[in-house]
C-alpha cells in the first residue's frame, strides 16, 4: 500500500488515518477473530463430544485392528488381522494407495501422451477418435466411470472356470491373473541389489553424459547407464542363485494358482483412474506440443529429421517444460482421486480408515488421520514436481 | 501440402481427394486409418446392437419421476416445476438476448424434439408428459422473445432474484408443509449440490484469493494455510469430515446430511477457486493500479472496480473448468449415502424389479452428466468471445 501521510505534519496524522498502523490493526483483528472461531469451534466439539462421551485421543492406534483387508501388505510384512494393531493396518492400506497412484501415474501418462498426439494427428479419422475419447471422459464423473468399470465390465467378465486365457492371461471375474516373475523365499536378499543396481545405473550415466559434455563426442549416456543398470541386475540374479522364477497362472479348483494375480477391485480402479487422467494429460499433451513454435518444426524437418525424430527430439522435450506443471496437478489429482476406491471395495488407505472407524467407534480421529496422510502425500508429490520443474526450467542469463 | 495448380487435373472426386489427403496420406497413415475404423465399428456396432435388442430401456421411464427428483414427495412437486419452468423461461430470454440477429442451430431443434418425445411418449398420464413439453417449449418461446425484447443486462439481475425464489421456494412452508433437504433426490439433488457450492464458494474464494495475494502477512499465512490444506484433502475425506464434524462445530444444531455436503463442497471448491483466481489476481498488471490510485480511487475501489473484473475476465476459463469439475463431484456424495443421480441409480438397480438394469442406468446418467458439462463449457467458450474487449 503506497503511502499516503504528508511527511512534514506527521506527529498530527491520527491512527485512524496512518495506513501502517492501519495495516498492524487489521491483521491484529483478523487474527483475534480466527483465533476467536477457532477456539469456540474446539470448545463446541469437545463439548458435543463430552455430550456423547467420546474423547478425541489417538490412543486407540495401538489396539488391534481386529479386521481382514483382503490384499496389500505393509511395505513387505505380512499383515495378521488378529495380532497386528491399528498403525499397521494403516500402513497396508497406504501401501495399496502408492501402488495404485504410481503404477496409475506411469500408465496414465503413457495412455494420455499417445492420445494427445493421436489428437494433432493429420489423420482425420485418429484425430476425431481421440477427441470424442477425451470429451467422453473428461464430461462425465470419475465414480460413475469407476462403478462402470467395476460393476459392468469387470464383474460381467466370465468367472475364471470359463474364462479363455490370452497368451497366458486370464481376463475374468476374479481378475486379472497374468505370468510373472514369482519370488523364492530367500527372495529379499534380492531387493538391495535392485536399489544398487539403479545407483550403479544413474552414475554410469551421469559420468558418461559429463563426459560427452567435456568431449564434445556423441557418447550414448542413457544407453550405458541403462546397460550397467540391466548388467548389475544380471549378475546379482545369477549371483543370488536366482531369487525369481518364471510363473505362470494355473487354473486350479479355487480360482488361480501361480503367476501373478491382481484383484478386480484395483484392476477396476487402475483401469478407471488411468483412463481417466490420461483424458486430462491428453488435453496437457496437446497445448504443450502446439505451444511449440512452428518454426521448430520445419527447422528439424529442413534438417532431414523425419516426423517421429522431431516429435521425440525436438518438440516433446521441449513442450515438456510447459507440460510439467499442469501433469503435475494431474499426479496430486490421480492420488487424491484413488480414495474413490471406497465406491468399489478396494482396500486403499481411506477405505481401511474408514473400516478403523467404524470398528473402533473412533470415526472423528480416523477421518483427521486420512486427510494428514492425504496431506503430506500431496505435499511429497507437489515438491517433487517442483524441484524437477525447477531443474528442467529453462535457464536464461 | 500439395500443389494443386502444378499437378494435372485430378480425376478424383471431392471425396476421393479428402480422403487421400486425410485419412490415405501414406503408409503409416493408411494403416492407423484402418485399424482406428475397425475400433470404430467394432464399438458402434456392439454398442448399437445393445442398445437396440439387449438392453431393457423401459427401467428409465419406469423410474423417470424418482431418477429426476429422488423421494421428493409427490404432492410437493409443483415446487420444482414452477423452478423448472421459471429457469427455462429465463434461460431461453438470456440466450436470446445474448445471441441477437444469430439463428438457432439445427441441433437445438433436434435436442428439444428429442427430450419432448421421450416424454410425451413415455409418460402419458404423468404430469411430466406435460409439463416437460411444456419447459422445452418455454426455452423456445423465451428465446425468440429474447431476440427481440430482453437486454441481457435485465437478465443478470433476474437470475439473482430467481435464485433467491427459488432458495424460498424449495424450502418455505406454504400450509402443506415443508419439504426436508434429505427428501431431495435425482438430478434435483445434483443440481442443488451444484448450484449452491458454485454459488456460495465463489465469494468465499475470491476472498481467499485477494487474502492471500495481500500485503499483509498474517492474512495471506493464513489463507495460504486454508488454501493448501484444503487442497490437499480428497473430496471423498472432506465430505466425510462435514459429516462428523459439522454437527460438533456448530454446538450440536442438528443440521441434515444434505447441508453438510453442501458445506463440505463449498469449502473444497473455494480453495481451488482460490488459486484460480489468484492467478488472474497476479496476471493484471502493476500499472493498472498505480494508475486507479492516481486518479484517486482508494485501495477497495481499486480492488473491486478495476483489479477484480480484469483477474476474472482472464481466467474465466479456469473457473468454468472448476465449475464443471464441481458439477462432477457432486456424484462424491453417494459415498456417503446420499441419493443424487449415481445414487439414485445405485438403488434403482437394486430393487428386485429392476435387477440387471445397472447398463441402461449408468449410461442414461453419464449422456445426463455429458449434456450439463458440455453445455457449461460451450457457454463459456460463447461468453469468452462475448467479454474479449481485443477484437
Same mark, same amino acid.
Given at each position: 500500500m ?11 496524522v491520527?491512527?485512524y488515518?496512518d495506513?501502517?498502523k492501519?495495516?498492524?490493526?487489521a491483521q491484529?483483528?483478523f ?9 469456540v ?18 490412543g ?14 505393509a ?8 495380532n497386528d494393531?491399528i ?8 501401501y495399496?494407495t ?15 501422451v499417445?492420445? =494427445? ?5 493429420s489423420?482425420?479419422?485418429l484425430n ?28 460381467q467378465?466370465?468367472?475364471?472356470s ?5 497368451a ?18 530367500d ?24 563426459q560427452?559434455?567435456?568431449?564434445g563426442?556423441?557418447i550414448?549416456?542413457?544407453?550405458? =547407464?541403462l546397460?550397467?543398470?540391466?548388467l548389475?541386475?544380471?549378475?546379482s ?7 525369481l ?15 501373478l ?6 484392476t477396476?480402479?487402475l ?20 505451444s ?14 523425419g516426423?517421429s525424430?522431431t ?13 510439467i ?16 476406491a ?8 481411506l ?6 472407524g ?12 486420512a ?7 500431496s ?17 536464461t542469463? | ?11 478424383d472426386?471431392?471425396?476421393?481427394l ?22 470404430v ?7 448399437g446392437i ?5 438392453a ?5 421411464p419406469?423410474?423417470f419421476?424418482?431418477?429426476?427428483t429422488?423421494s ?5 412437486l ?17 440466450w436470446?438476448?445474448?445471441?441477437r440477429?444469430a ?8 435436442f ?23 419447459a422445452?417449449?418455454a426455452v423456445?418461446a ?7 425484447a ?5 437478465m443478470?439481475i433476474?437470475?439473482v ?18 419439504v ?5 433426490g ?16 465463489f465469494?468465499l474464494?475470491?476472498?481467499?484469493a485477494i487474502g ?8 495471506s499465512?493464513?489463507?495460504?494455510v486454508?488454501?493448501e ?16 464434524f459439522?454437527?460438533?462445530l ?5 443440521i441434515?446430511?444434505?447441508a ?5 463442497i ?31 480511487l ?16 482472464a ?14 463431484d ?21 430393487n428386485p424389479d429392476?435387477i440387471?438394469?445397472?447398463k ?6 453419464s ?5 450439463f ?10 461468453l469468452?468471445?462475448?467479454?474479449n474487449?481485443?477484437r
Amino acid at each position: 500500500m503506497s503511502e499516503l501521510s504528508v511527511v512534514s505534519e506527521q506527529a498530527a496524522v491520527p491512527f485512524y488515518r496512518d495506513v501502517k498502523k492501519l495495516a498492524v490493526i487489521a491483521q491484529v483483528v483478523f487474527l483475534a477473530v480466527v483465533i476467536a472461531a477457532i477456539l469456540v469451534l474446539i470448545n463446541n466439539v469437545s463439548v458435543g463430544l463430552k455430550k456423547q462421551d467420546l474423547s478425541f485421543g489417538f490412543g486407540f492406534v495401538t489396539q488391534t485392528a481386529g479386521f481382514q483387508v483382503a490384499e496389500g501388505t505393509a511395505f513387505g510384512l505380512p499383515y495378521d488381522s488378529s495380532n497386528d494393531n491399528i498403525i499397521k493396518v494403516i500402513l497396508v492400506g497406504l501401501y495399496n494407495t502408492l501402488r495404485i497412484a504410481i503404477i496409475g501415474m506411469v500408465l496414465a501418462t503413457l495412455l494420455g501422451v499417445l492420445v =494427445g498426439i493421436a489428437r494433432l494427428s493429420s489423420n482425420w479419422l485418429l484425430n476425431r477418435v481421440a477427441l470424442v475419447y477425451v470429451e467422453i471422459l473428461r464430461n462425465t464423473p470419475l465414480l460413475v466411470q469407476l462403478v462402470v468399470w467395476y460393476f459392468i465390465v469387470i464383474l460381467q467378465l466370465p468367472a475364471i472356470s470359463n474364462a479363455q486365457p490370452v497368451a497366458g492371461v486370464y481376463l475374468s471375474n476374479s481378475g486379472l491373473a497374468m505370468p510373472w516373475m514369482v519370488q523364492k523365499p530367500d527372495a529379499i536378499n534380492f531387493f538391495p541389489f535392485t536399489i544398487l543396481a539403479v545407483v550403479i545405473g544413474l552414475s554410469v550415466f551421469t559420468f558418461f553424459s559429463i563426459q560427452r559434455g567435456k568431449s564434445g563426442k556423441p557418447i550414448p549416456a542413457g544407453q550405458f =547407464g541403462l546397460g550397467a543398470w540391466v548388467l548389475t541386475l544380471l549378475l546379482s540374479f545369477f549371483a543370488l542363485g536366482q531369487p525369481l522364477e518364471y510363473g505362470a497362472p494355473i487354473r486350479g479348483n479355487f480360482g488361480v494358482n501361480g503367476g501373478l494375480t491382481i484383484s478386480p477391485e484395483f484392476t477396476a480402479l487402475l483401469v478407471g483412474l488411468v483412463v481417466y487422467t490420461s483424458s486430462f494429460i491428453a488435453e496437457i499433451t496437446r497445448a504443450g506440443i502446439q505451444s511449440v513454435h512452428k518454426g521448430q518444426w520445419e527447422a528439424s524437418r529442413a534438417l532431414g529429421l523425419g516426423y517421429s525424430e522431431t516429435l521425440q527430439l525436438i518438440i516433446l522435450p521441449q513442450a515438456l517444460r510447459v507440460m510439467i506443471p499442469p501433469l503435475g496437478n494431474q499426479y496430486l489429482n490421480l492420488t487424491k482421486n484413488s480414495s474413490l476406491a471406497v465406491a468399489i471395495g478396494y482396500s486403499d488407505v481411506l477405505n481401511v480408515l474408514n473400516t478403523t472407524g467404524n470398528q473402533s467407534g473412533q470415526n472423528l480421529q480416523t477421518m483427521v488421520i486420512a486427510g494428514g496422510i492425504y496431506l503430506v502425500l500431496s505435499l511429497t508429490i507437489a515438491t517433487i514436481v517442483n524441484t524437477y520443474n525447477r531443474a528442467t526450467k529453462l535457464k536464461t542469463r | 501440402m500439395q500443389a494443386t495448380n502444378s499437378n494435372p487435373p485430378s480425376r478424383d472426386s471431392k471425396w476421393q481427394l479428402w480422403a487421400k489427403e486425410n485419412l490415405f496420406s501414406n503408409t503409416i497413415n493408411s494403416i492407423l486409418t484402418i485399424l482406428t475404423g475397425v475400433l470404430v465399428i467394432w464399438v458402434v456396432s456392439s454398442l448399437g446392437i445393445w442398445a437396440l435388442t439387449q438392453a431393457k430401456w423401459n427401467v428409465i421411464p419406469a423410474n423417470f419421476r424418482i431418477l429426476m427428483t429422488g423421494s421428493f414427495p409427490t404432492e410437493q412437486l409443483w415446487r420444482t416445476w414452477t423452478a423448472l419452468i421459471v429457469v427455462c423461461v429465463a434461460s431461453g430470454l438470456h440466450w436470446g438476448s445474448l445471441s441477437r440477429g444469430a439463428k438457432l442451430p439445427i441441433w437445438t431443434y433436434f435436442f428439444g424434439a428429442a427430450i419432448t418425445l421421450f416424454t410425451a411418449i413415455t409418460q402419458v398420464g404423468h404430469p411430466s408428459g406435460i409439463l416437460v413439453p411444456a419447459a422445452v417449449l418455454a426455452v423456445f418461446a423465451g428465446y425468440f422473445i429474447g431476440q427481440t425484447a430482453i437486454p441481457s443486462r435485465i437478465m443478470n439481475i433476474a437470475w439473482v432474484v430467481i435464485f433467491f425464489a427459488t432458495v424460498l421456494l424449495f424450502t418455505m412452508d406454504f400450509g402443506t408443509g415443508a419439504v426436508q433437504t434429505k427428501e431431495w433426490g435425482g438430478l434435483l439433488l445434483t443440481l442443488m449440490l451444484s448450484i449452491v457450492g458454485i454459488v456460495a464458494s465463489f465469494p468465499l474464494g475470491v476472498a481467499l484469493a485477494i487474502g492471500r495475494t495481500s500485503n499483509y502477512p498474517i492474512i495471506s499465512a493464513i489463507c495460504t494455510v486454508f488454501i493448501e490444506v484444503v487442497r490437499g484433502t480428497p473430496l471423498v475425506v472432506v465430505f466425510f469430515i462435514a459429516q462428523l464434524f459439522v454437527p460438533l462445530l456448530l454446538g450440536g444444531v442438528n443440521i441434515d446430511p444434505v447441508a453438510r455436503a453442501m458445506v463440505g463442497i463449498t469449502i473444497f471448491s473455494a480453495a481451488y477457486l482460490a488459486e484460480n483466481v489468484r492467478g488472474g489476481l497476479q496476471s493484471v498488471p502493476q500499472g493498472q493500479i498505480e494508475a486507479a490510485r492516481a486518479v484517486g480511487l482508494n485501495g477497495t475501489q481499486t480492488l473491486l472496480l478495476i483489479v477484480l473484473p480484469q483477474a476474472l475476465k482472464a481466467v474465466l476459463p479456469a473457473l468454468v473448468g472448476q465449475f464443471i469439475g464441481l458439477f462432477k463431484d457432486t456424484s462424491l456424495v453417494y459415498i456417503i449415502g446420499l441419493k443424487e443421480l449415481a445414487g439414485i441409480s445405485d438403488s434403482i438397480r437394486s430393487n428386485p424389479d429392476f435387477i440387471g438394469t445397472a447398463k441402461e442406468l449408468y449410461f442414461t446418467i453419464s449422456i445426463i452428466y455429458f449434456i450439463f458439462s458440455y453445455a457449461m463449457s460451450s457457454g463459456a467458450r460463447s461468453l469468452e468471445k462475448q467479454l474479449n474487449t481485443n477484437r
